[in-house]
Structures are given as C-alpha cells and as structure tokens.
C-alpha cells in the first residue's frame, strides 16, 4: 500500500519570504501522480499544484513550485512570496495510475502560518 | 473548472436515524466518485470508492453496512450513514473523476453532527 509522510505538523513563515513544505511517499508503482492540496479553514479542498511521475520537470504554479525527486520518493512544495493568505492546512496526496479509479492517499498536513 | 456540489453542508440528527448525503458532478460526467472523513485536525481518509452502476468499493476497517454509499447516475453519488452514532460525527466529504480520470474535484463537504 502507498503510504504519504509530511514530517511537519506545522510550520511558520514570514510574510513574503519563502518557504518549503516537506513531503515523501512509498510505492511501487513507476507511474503515479502527487498533488499539494490547501484547505483553508472553510475546509474546501483547493488544489495547489499537481505533478505526472512520468515528467522530470518540476511544475509550478505562480508563487508555488514543488522539488520531485522521484528516486528519493520525495515531492515539497516551496510557496515564495508568502501571502496572509496562504495560511491554511496542506495536504501532499499520491494517486496511483489507475486512472479514474484511483482515490487519493493523503499526508497528515502541515499547518501553514503566516507572520505578518 | 468543474464544480462538484455537496448537501447538505451542516445537518444534525438523532443517535440511531439514519441521514443521507448528496453529491453531485454539476458539469462532468463522474465516472467514479470518492468518499472521505475527515475527523478534526487530522487528515482526509479515503471510505469508499463508487463507480456508476456497480457496488462501492470500501477500504479496510470501514463498514459498509454502516455507510450505505450509491451512485446511480453518471452525476450523483450518495452516503447513507445508517443507524447513526455520536461516534459517527465528522467532517464527509466527495470527489469526482470525470472520464478521463486525470483531475479529481471535491466538493464542499458536510458536517455530520449525531446528537
């Protein structure tokens, strides 16, 4: 079974500056997909950035960008230029390549704090 | 981008009814949809899995006596909590994949108070 590890309960930020959440998962499949997912305090699940296993370069997002190293079986996601707004839960997720089949395994989250 | 729309967002019910959940794929077809709890500070777990059609799919440990899920139609799956308990009270929510199973889309979520 595929299991997702954010190492980081929690984690403070100054407004502006840059920041990386930590994430790796466990599989043995060779083709999968990672996603980073923010829920604010509404609990509506946003999605912040998604990566093909299958693709060497890294995606970004605007102010968002994740490091995948594929054989490290790691995936952060590093957020620049942080915004009060920002601030929220966030939750790395692994999808097998089952296609539409597949749920998604989540992380335990990191809380994101933005210091003014 | 797709909308997936759940309801109710906040309902209450008594120890021992039962209370159904609505989701629904607004403009997709979802050819499979996801069912997740999610208890306070902690993370989204994956339930069930439903496919149009057929039976859902349940994770280990999840009863599927318990949580009734059906998806009838290519837009709308629903989660019966049956025979509720005080213990059954959380945060639900869904998903959808549309055909090409590429994105999943989550809608708002429901919070499932059993008093």
């Known amino acids: 079974a595929q299991t997702v590890t954010q190492s980081q309960p929690e984690m403070s930020v100054q407004e502006a500056e840059t920041v990386t959440l930590s994430c790796t998962y466990d599989?043995?499949?060779?083709?999968?997909?990672l996603f980073w997912y923010k829920q604010p305090p509404s609990r509506q699940m946003i999605l912040v950035i998604r990566?093909?296993?299958?693709?060497?370069q890294n995606a970004t997002e605007n102010r968002f960008s994740v490091n995948f190293q594929k054989a490290a079986k790691s995936f952060s996601l590093k957020i620049s230029d942080s915004q009060l707004g920002d601030a929220a839960m966030y939750f790395c997720?692994?999808?097998?390549?089952?296609?539409?089949?597949?749920?998604?395994?989540f992380g335990k989250g990191t809380h994101l704090i933005i210091q003014p | 981008g797709a909308v997936v729309s759940q309801h109710p967002s906040r309902v209450i019910c008594k120890s021992g009814t039962s209370v159904k959940i609505e989701c629904r794929s607004l403009?997709?077809?979802?050819?499979?949809m996801f069912w997740y709890r999610q208890f306070p500070k902690q993370s989204l777990m994956l339930m069930a899995t439903?496919?149009?059609?057929?039976?859902?799919?349940?994770e280990q440990g999840v009863e599927k006596d318990k949580f009734l899920i059906n998806h009838a139609s290519l837009t709308l799956s629903t989660l019966t909590v049956t025979s509720a308990h005080p213990e059954d009270s959380s945060f639900y929510i869904c998903?959808?994949?549309?055909?090409?199973?590429?994105?999943?889309?989550f809608g708002e979520g429901s919070w499932l108070t059993v008093v």
């Open positions: 998903s959808a994949s549309g055909l090409s199973g590429n994105t999943i889309y």
């Open positions: 599989t043995s499949e060779s083709d999968y997909y």
């Open positions: 990566q093909e296993a299958y693709k060497q």
């Open positions: 997720a692994y999808r097998g390549s089952g296609g539409g089949a597949d749920g998604l395994t």
């Open positions: 403009d997709f077809q979802a050819t499979t």
């Open positions: 439903s496919n149009e059609g057929s039976k859902a799919t349940y």
